[in-house]
């Protein structure tokens, strides 16, 4: 009983600090979320009034809200494949024997996470751009015409999620290059006295040793993703046609453009709940393989 009392006490600091700064601010933008909380409320509280789940029925009958939502439902489809990949290839190769300069590899492809976006956006503004840029300087190498990236409803999606991989596959990288280097060696001695090629070895020993990092990183991942933010805001501020609008960019625009706080505070918490449910399925999911 001492024990437990003492545990209490020395983890009563940090729940205090978890209780003022996320817990009280949760349930408070809840409240908020439940109201018509707006610019005439936040200058005079009298014109604050309770409108229940009014802010929820009317984003869930807004279309921009679904436009939103696809949006961010293809940044998420389309980003977090590529970004895993990304980040597992870089870790194999650092990892490999045959590297050379691995620590030099490493803050090279670890830079672009902690760089400022906006010092990235005027880079790939540039990268970007249709006539001048390196992307389709390339691209002209192999007779493809120039694309406009940043102008075409159609490519201006794809052109953010290339950014966003470049950004932020470094982070997973680090993740998986300490799990690759969890393996046992004597499992791969063992593959290769069996007789396995590299494509077995990579499948039947380094997979089944990263899957429970795998998972962890694909939910990260996937939950960074659905809170696209940045990169549409610096590059192109949700358009062309609104084709680049997120989630959270509406939630931005209706809480810091048209001042109805209650109704971003809705949108806050159906971002949450659908990440929620698509991180319950996830681990469902891998339960069900690690059983099968």
């Known amino acids: ?9 020395f983890v009563a600091p940090a729940l205090m600090v978890l209780a003022v700064f996320f817990f009280i601010p949760v349930l408070a933008a809840f409240a908020m979320s439940l109201t018509d909380f707006d610019l005439y409320a ?10 229940g789940f009014h802010n929820y029925v009317t984003l869930l009958t807004q279309p921009l809200f679904w436009k939103a939502l696809g949006n961010t439902f293809y940044f998420v489809i389309l980003g977090v494949p590529l970004s895993l990949g990304a980040s597992l290839g870089a870790a194999l190769l650092v990892n490999s024997k045959l590297a050379r300069f691995k620590n030099v590899y490493r803050t090279i ?11 990235v956006a005027v880079v790939w503004r540039y990268i970007f751009h249709t006539r001048y840029g390196f992307l389709n300087y390339v691209l002209g190498w192999f007779g493809i ?6 102008g075409d409803p159609h ?42 090629s590299g494509w077995q070895l990579f499948r039947h020993v380094t997979l089944p ?3 429970p990092v795998l998972l962890l990183v694909s939910i990260l991942t996937m939950t960074g993703y659905f809170q696209l933010f940045a990169e549409p805001y610096v590059m ?17 625009e209706e809480g810091f453009k048209w001042w109805s706080l209650g109704r971003a505070s809705a949108v806050a918490f159906l971002l949450f709940v659908l990440m929620f449910a698509i991180t319950l399925l996830q681990l469902r999911l891998a339960r069900r393989q690690v059983n099968a």
């Open 1 to 9: 009983m001492k024990v437990a009392r003492a545990g209490w006490w």
């Open 42 to 51: 936040l200058a005079d509280y009298d014109n604050l009034r309770f409108v």
């Open 109 to 119: 492809y670890f830079a672009p996470v902690v760089t400022t976006m906006v010092a």
């Open 145 to 150: 015409d120039p694309i406009d990236w940043m």
């Open 155 to 196: 490519w201006s999606m794809p052109a953010i999620v290339i950014l966003a991989i470049w950004k932020n596959f470094g982070y997973n990288m680090i993740i998986l290059l300490a799990a690759l280097q969890s393996i046992p060696e004597d499992l791969y001695e063992a593959a290769r006295i069996d007789g396995a």
């Open 209 to 211: 040793g990263l899957a």
């Open 236 to 252: 192109t501020e949700g358009g062309p046609l609104q084709s680049t609008l997120s989630v959270l960019y509406f939630m931005y």
